[in-house]
Nanobody, 117 residues
């Protein structure tokens, strides 16, 4: 079992920044690929970014590339999502997920990000 708890969401004006955190417990964090996803009202959940176990490989959705940065601290069992130049269309519930056996098997409860225009 893996428990994931997101934090750091909030209300920000367009052009602003937020840093999301996801604290993991219950399994060896440093062995897991971690990801961020988001779901806007009335839309399906979509992939945002992921990072491999060492932090050496990252991948981003085109919509956030160049604005968001995913990182991790294996000593703290935490993965981060630094979000800069936020846009109203970034408004969503943001979820952290852990990949086990090539499947996004564990999910947090989500943290709300609202970007006002």
């Amino acid at each position: 079992q893996v428990q994931l708890v997101e934090s750091g969401g909030g209300l920000v004006q367009a052009g602003g920044s937020l840093r999301l955190s996801c604290a993991a417990s219950g399994r060896t964090f440093s062995s897991m690929t971690m990801g961020w996803f988001r779901q806007a009202p009335g839309k399906e959940r979509e992939f945002v970014a992921h990072i491999n176990w060492s932090g050496g490989t990252t991948y981003y959705a085109d919509s956030v590339k160049g604005r968001f940065t995913i990182s991790r601290d294996n000593a703290k069992n935490t993965v981060y999502l630094q979000m800069n130049s936020l846009k109203p269309e970034d408004t969503a519930l943001y979820y952290c997920a852990a990949n086990i056996g090539s499947s996004w098997s564990y999910w947090g409860q989500g943290t709300q990000v609202t970007v006002s225009s």
